[in-house]
């Protein structure tokens, strides 16, 4: 247990362990709804608690919310020796903290590298995800692609392994004036510490190779929960340009620009007070539906796997839920483009609309190249949904509930290469493909109901 320097409710810290058995380090403080930071790779639970950098941070969102922010695999007091670092396993360790920590549902903040971990969360698990908040982040990686952002990629990779470990820190103060330009010698100096004590080198590279190919721009349509997207307009870690993109293509979603070239907000900045406000009126929409007190979050924690003897932070949803089994990604996948793209509910009658603050205009959603609205869009889906067979649609309704391929069969009395048949069939009816057709399947089925 770490006492806080700002006096607030000191944070405990325990430990999930991920589906690889890779143990994930989380903290717990604050009061209120539960929040869950998917924050950046650069971390240290026990190093940022007293940062001159992010306690601003932790000390008012603890005020409005019970915080639980984790150290990604490899990095801060999560396991170190890590070679996979693949979304797949980063969405599985949100996951693992999610269900150690005993939590219902919750609201997701997405910082800066954790933006495609948490959107593939929200997709995966409809019903766990209160509202989503997107700080700084993308949906992928390079926003513009152009080769020349690869080169600068290429170059922040030679940059880390060359420099990372040396005691000169010249090499790391290039990633510390980019993230936060506007900050004091102190800052600066503690960020500086911040990106060795974290990880090594050979992890840093490794760790941001692998996320370079991180993409889920096609899942942003499926996204069905109230969105805030924040971004400093000259953030130089992240571009602006990413955040405009979330907020277009989320359906609903709220864009607040910020007059900060920080890409973490300083506490003496004028667009801190703007973002502290503007989540914390968001968060408190889940305010009053809490079934529980946030100290039984806080309180003595079994430890047990899948949190069976923590204490459940239960909030009131607006549609009944279901516990949600571990995302089965092996199901046969096919190849295409998944062309989702709704923002009105179903049968509404309304086209998908997106619109940014100061624009004045509103844009009409149609699919690429089809000349159609999206009004037209919703009606072709909900007829592709009624040519699949009953045995497709059980299949489906069952995926949807978190079941996998073997839980189906078992469930239904089928081999499981029946299941995965059936599976194969419903995403070509569907249109759907590539690494998340069954994502985008079930994200289909639900959006109907």
Known sequence: ?????????????????????????????????????????????????????WRHYLAELGRVATVVRYDERGFGMSERDVTDFGLDRRVDDLAAVVEHAGLGRF?????AQGGPAAIRYVVEHPGRVTRLVCADTFAARFLPRSEDNEALEQAFQSMIAAGWDRSDPTFRRVFTQMMIPGASEEQMVWLDRLHQTSASARTAVEARRQRSSDDVLDLLPCIR????????????????ENGRRLAADIPGARFLP????????????????????E???????????????????????????????????????????????????????????????????????????????????????????SGR??????????????????????????????????????????????VERHLQNVYLKLGVGGPNARTAAVARLLSRR
């Open 225 to 240: 929960v109230p969105t805030l997207v924040t971004h400093g307009q000259e953030d130089r870690m992240i571009r602006f």
């Open 258 to 277: 910020l007059d900060t070239g920080n890409h973490i907000l300083l506490e003496d900045e004028p667009a801190w007070p703007v973002f502290l406000r």
């Open 373 to 418: 609205s999206s009004t037209a869009s919703l009606a072709r889906k909900r007829e592709v949904l009624h040519s699949l067979s009953a045995r497709e649609r059980e299949v489906l309704d069952l995926a949807a509930q978190g079941l996998d391929n073997h839980e189906i069969a078992g469930r239904l009395v089928l081999s499981v290469r029946t």
């Open 107 to 111: 609201a997701l903040m997405a910082m």
């Open 279 to 369: 989540v914390t009126a968001f968060l408190a929409e889940d305010r009053g539906v809490v079934a529980r007190t946030a100290e039984e979050v806080h309180g003595t924690h079994g430890g047990h796997g899948h949190g069976r003897h923590a204490a459940v932070f239960s909030l009131t949803p607006t549609t009944p839920t279901t516990p949600v089994a571990p995302v089965d990604r092996s199901a046969p996948r096919v190849h295409g483009k998944i062309l989702t793209r709704t923002a009105a509910p179903p049968g509404s009658g309304r086209s998908s609309t997106a619109s940014l603050p100061g624009s004045g205009r509103s844009s009409t959603a149609s699919l690429p190249g």
């Open 1 to 53: 247990m770490s006492a806080d320097p700002t006096g607030a409710a000191s944070q405990q810290v325990r430990f999930a362990r991920s589906t690889d058995g890779v143990t994930i380090a989380y903290a717990v403080h604050g009061s209120g709804p539960p929040l869950v930071l998917n924050s950046c790779w650069l971390s240290h639970l026990e190093f940022d608690w007293s940062s001159p950098v």
